[in-house]
């Protein structure tokens, strides 16, 4: 069992940064994926960002260029580094992880991951 913990969310105004990290109790084997999704109010829970054992990674189009994943394999340690932020990032921002192989194209789905952290809070305002 894999268990991921995610804190750096907070509350800043629109144009700010935020850097979240999330804490992975075990390296992962062989093929991985690591992400990042998010649940705004009264909205479905969508992909933001993955990064994948190959150091592959992949951005939701409303985050490219504002965004950034990273991990420290030595740390376990997922991050994403959130720049130039706007309200309508404000939401929950969850960490997840799943191994094995995946289609690349479908690695921004919630159903691909099996291992779920319980969230942080962003809130974003103008």
């Known amino acids: 069992q894999v268990q991921l913990v995610e804190s750096g969310g907070g509350s800043v105004r629109s144009g700010g940064s935020l850097r979240l990290s999330c804490a992975v109790s075990?390296?992962?084997?062989?093929?991985?994926?690591m992400a990042w999704f998010r649940r705004a109010p009264g909205k479905e829970r969508e992909g933001v960002a993955v990064i994948s054992s190959d150091g592959r990674t992949t951005y939701a189009d409303s985050v490219k260029g504002r965004f950034t994943i990273s991990e420290d394999n030595v740390e376990n340690t997922l991050y994403l580094q959130m720049n130039s932020l706007i309200p309508e990032d404000t939401a929950v921002y969850y960490c997840?992880?799943?191994?094995?192989?995946?289609?690349?194209?479908?690695?921004?789905?919630?159903?691909?991951?099996?291992?779920w952290g319980l969230g942080t809070q962003v809130t974003v305002s103008s």
């Open positions: 075990k390296y992962l084997p062989g093929t991985y994926y």
């Open positions: 997840a992880a799943d191994f094995g192989t995946k289609w690349w194209g479908f690695v921004l789905r919630s159903d691909e991951y099996r291992f």
